[in-house]
């Protein structure tokens, strides 16, 4: 989405906004499994039984061998805290420094750089068949499962059959369940070892059962892939994944930018790729850009707004984000594997001052430019790409009245106030131009009327 200099700053426009785009919601605490009566314990087993019996005859259908079935699906129940999570939706959210913080402490820094020692000889054989840095490699390890210290304690069967009866996504969560049947049918794992998180993502680097069939490798070559206990499969499986992405050895995921003065802030979009040559024309300035890049594209990446650091993001950039479709995950991981390299440090200042917008903030912001006509979908408090485009284009409308009004933080009574002050300057707009259409019939020149 674009963001104006202070000068030019509409009511919507704010930082805020901008970092609730990329803020990452808070972890969700663990709790017991809330308590149920009978009646409704019997009715849900009956429920869930039923569509038990129903997905067993699908997964025969779809080639799964009986005693596995037996193995993985005998007294099967729901998981309550499955639902739990796959429902829940944070209230508040962390701002894109505190996340960075988090994932970049000192402490998972240190333990990485031991991992880059202790794995060396494994990371260079990795590297070389497929063509990812090293330390991109341990930045998704540490991230994903703290080195493989906590990939996740449920079972991955019962967690993928609860989402799959009752989840928000059925169908997705019955894809998945079908496939961890398939890679219990190959062996290379027991149901009872199958553990990942409550979404079902598995092993060292958090595969879901789909991407395990397909990027899954058997690296240390003793016939199974195993990304739980296997390092050498879990890493050289994330490295196939990143290869099959378009990921580019030696070549940067982005770097730290200046933008000039009076930027034109709508060329801050994802989708608005341009060659580093051409970002430099518009006065972007790229610190010792290396010549061989400069016809490749970039998107221009603003994780806190127009008020923080500014990045150019390259092919690299994509390529995580196909992991983890998380500008602020692909931040992290980019500025982990710089880190590790000795660089990754950045130069301007967050806007320490700003907070993310809460989910009610977010869910109120939706209905008011909904009423305002603006086509959003059902307001859930999560900025998509049709968000965004409404609050572009509500910006864009409000900069083009005149309107000019430094408001930091988008809440409800911001935007009426925005929505009064536009609609009386459109008022007053089409009374002049009535006057001035009067003018021109009574055969004056109208010249003295400024529309």
Sequence with gaps: MPFFPAALRPPLLIASVALLLFAVSLPLSSSAEPRRSLAEMREEHISFA????????????????PDILDAALRGLRPDAE???ADRSQPEFTRPI????DGALSLRRMARAEQLLEEHAALLHRIEQHYGVDRQTLVAIWGLESNFGQTQGSKSVIRSLATLAHEGRRPEFAHQQLIAALQILQQGDITPRRMRGSWAGAMGQTQFIPTTYQRYAVDFDGDGRRDIWNSTADALASTAHYLQRSGWRLGQPWGFEVGLPANFDYSHADPQARKTLQEWQQLGVSIPDLPPQYGDQEASLLLPAGHLGPAFLTLTNFRAILKYNNSSAYGMAIGLFGDRLS????????WPYHERPLSRAE???LQERLTRLGYTLGEPDGIIGANSRQAIR??????NNAGMIAPVRRTRGDDIDAACGQLKGQVADRTRRQAEFRRSLDAGGEGGHVHC
Excluded: C, P, T
Aim: aromatic share 12%; net charge positive; hydrophobic share 50%.
């Design 362 to 364: 977010r869910i109120e």
């Design 393 to 398: 284009a509500f910006q864009k409308l409000l």
């Design 97 to 100: 420094w505190e996340y960075l």
């Design 50 to 65: 039923a569509w038990l019996a129903e997905f067993r005859r699908e997964a025969l259908h779809a080639g799964i061998a």
């Design 82 to 84: 499955v639902i739990k």
């Design 342 to 349: 000795g660089n990754g440090e950045i130069s301007a200042r």
